[in-house]
């Protein structure tokens, strides 16, 4: 039972224009959400966060959005550039629950 | 050191050997986490230390995983009796402290094949 799903493998878009991923959620206990980049042959790394207490955050380039009563979250990156290609990870974890639930995914390809 | 440091970057085993994989994390945090991710999968939680006792081990997969963290800084991860499907990248993360909303940072990974 996948409790965050990213359902977009792969997106490809073009270098100055907006992507954006999605992810999606079941666990109603979640609360705090985080992505991830992740390079090939290099660790996740933390890109922004958002707490359920917030419908939007926003750091630079990047603009996380959140849907609780959907269950789902988003995030923006705009202008979108090359060395932004990388696999993104949406995770999820509850309250006291320092546990992170990754969904499996999503590689962004930015052509120049 | 700056980031979380994993050690060996690269570990290729025979079935059934022993294997152990060292994580040093960030000065000053006090929560460490052992993450496995297999191919085209996300990471998976596999055990949480909060200091120097396992706060939480129940996504170790059985009783060939074990890990410590006896001063509360560096961790090993151990693994008896290897099997192929152990094959995976095995990520360390750091966080300030534990508990939900504090940022968890990762390693770079140890990635095992077990042949």
């Known amino acids: 039972d996948q409790q965050v799903k990213q359902n977009s493998p792969s997106l490809s878009v073009q270098e100055g224009r907006i992507s954006i991923l999605n992810c999606d959620y079941t666990?109603?206990?979640?609360?705090?959400f985080l992505w991830y980049k992740k390079y090939p042959a290099e660790g996740p790394t933390f890109l922004i966060s958002?707490?359920?207490?917030?419908d939007k955050n926003e750091d630079g380039r990047f603009t996380v959005f959140l849907n609780k009563s959907a269950k789902h979250l988003s995030l923006h990156i705009v202008p979108s550039q090359p060395g932004d290609s990388a696999v993104y990870f949406c995770a999820a974890g509850g309250g006291s629950n320092y546990k992170l639930t990754f969904g499996k995914g999503t590689l962004l390809t930015v052509n120049p | 050191g700056a980031g979380v440091s994993q050690t060996p970057s690269n570990k290729v085993t025979e079935k059934g050997k022993y294997v152990e994989l060292r994580c040093d994390p960030i000065?000053?945090?006090?929560?460490l986490y052992w993450y496995r991710q297999s191919l085209g999968q996300g990471p998976e939680f596999l055990i949480y230390?909060?200091?120097?006792?396992?706060?939480?081990d129940s996504g170790l997969p059985n009783d060939r995983f074990f890990a410590v963290r006896p001063e509360g800084s560096v961790s090993t991860l151990k693994i008896q009796r290897t099997e192929r499907g152990d094959s995976a990248v095995y990520l360390c993360?750091?966080?300030?402290?534990?508990?939900?909303?504090?940022?968890?940072?990762f390693g770079e990974g140890s990635w095992l094949t077990v042949v």
């Open positions: 666990n109603s206990m979640f609360d705090y």
């Open positions: 993360a750091s966080s300030l402290m534990g508990g939900g909303g504090n940022t968890i940072y």
């Open positions: 230390f909060q200091g120097t006792g396992a706060a939480d």
């Open positions: 000065s000053g945090h006090t929560a």
């Open positions: 958002i707490s359920s207490i917030k």
